[in-house]
Nanobody, 116 residues
Framework: QEQFVESGGGLVQPGGSLRLSCVAS????????MGWYRQAPGKQRELIAV????????NYADSVKGRFTISRDNAKMSVTLEMNSLKPEDTAVYYC?????????WGQGTQVTVSS
């Protein structure tokens, strides 16, 4: 059964940085596009970053473009999200999943709170 475990969240001041990690298991990771998603309080979960299976192509939501960077290590079955210049509106629970996502595979996510 495929599983994703996210980590690295926390409380950070506006303008700060965080590095999120996701480790996958139970999937053919190296042939799957992966995404980072987030869900803010009272809002629907949204896709914010995508990386192709070979890691050569990435895409970002406009809200994070230029501030966030997605990367992956297929040997470690992991995907990372580097987040810089964080804003209060980035506060959310962050998840990783395949892109398109598999509904039954959502993990617990990792909470990111941006506040002074």
């Amino acid at each position: 059964q495929e599983q994703f475990v996210e980590s690295g969240g926390g409380l950070v001041q506006p303008g700060g940085s965080l590095r999120l990690s996701c480790v996958a298991s139970g999937i053919a990771f190296s042939i799957r596009a992966m995404g980072w998603y987030r869900q803010a309080p009272g809002k629907q979960r949204e896709l914010i970053a995508v990386i192709t299976s070979d890691g050569r192509t990435t895409n970002y939501a406009d809200s994070v473009k230029g501030r966030f960077t997605i990367s992956r290590d297929n040997a470690k079955m992991s995907v990372t999200l580097e987040m810089n210049s964080l804003k209060p509106e980035d506060t959310a629970v962050y998840y990783c999943n395949q892109q398109p996502p598999v509904a039954k595979s959502w993990g617990q996510g990792t909470q990111v709170t941006v506040s002074s």
